[in-house]
């Protein structure tokens, strides 16, 4: 499926991931983190990003070829 057809799915999931990084620095500003925590998080959102972009260049392989 060319991207144009997915873009608003991906748009829609970087805004979610947004969202969310949004909402932890709020939660870190607002309470006492340790270093474990905030390193788990960053993690998280980078196997988001990573999945997101994997997406993104799978569905371009598709319909390049």
Do not use: C
Not at 17 to 25: E, F, V, Y
Request: charged share 35%.
């Amino acid at each position: 499926m060319p991207f144009e057809d997915k873009k608003k799915s991906y748009m829609d999931t970087l805004f979610s991931i947004a969202t969310l990084l949004k909402r932890w620095q709020v939660e870190i500003q607002n309470k006492d983190v340790d270093k474990n925590y905030m390193l788990r998080r960053l993690n998280q959102w980078i196997e988001q990003l990573e999945s997101l972009k994997h997406e993104i260049m799978m569905g371009r392989d598709k319909w390049k070829y």
